[in-house]
């Protein structure tokens, strides 16, 4: 191998070993400051929204914590034209971060969004799902 052949390899693989340790040290940041907390959702088909392991609302959460949403969407009576048979909208929000607007076709949903700050939201669907529709909203509480 010639020398400035070796020289060149022996760079890309200093760069490697640098970009493998910031990648490394960023996941462990992350670990280190928690994974996401997962809160399992069901947009039901007698159009309720149910938080799964909780007898009743509302929702809370901690101001600044990311929560990973998973939401079971089921088919309640009535589609959007693009398939989405609900949603999962925090009107209030929506306009900061597009993260609180997502639309929902049927089957399991994941998004990750941040907490906002301390207060009173409401999480509501915007698509005209059926009967039952305008009930279709859970309480969600916002704590320091």
């Known amino acids: ?9 022996l760079r890309g693989i200093a760069t490697t070993a640098l970009w493998l340790s910031g990648a490394v040290s960023l996941a462990w940041a992350e670990g280190a400051a928690g994974v996401p907390r997962t809160v399992e959702l069901i947009a039901d088909k007698d159009n309720k929204f149910k938080v799964v392991g909780a007898e009743k609302s509302p929702l809370t959460l901690k101001s600044g914590e990311m929560v990973k949403f998973k939401v079971n969407s089921l088919f309640g009576g009535e589609k959007a034209k693009d398939g989405a048979v609900h949603s999962f909208v925090v009107r209030s ?50 704590v320091k």
């Open 93 to 142: 929000l929506r306009d900061k971060d597009p993260a609180w607007s997502v639309r929902l076709k049927e089957g399991v949903h994941e998004f990750t969004v941040k907490a906002p700050r301390p207060g009173n939201y409401l999480i509501e669907c915007t698509v005209e799902c059926g009967p039952g529709h305008d009930n279709l909203n859970l309480k969600m509480v916002v």
């Open 1 to 9: 191998m010639n020398r400035h052949r070796r020289k060149s390899l």
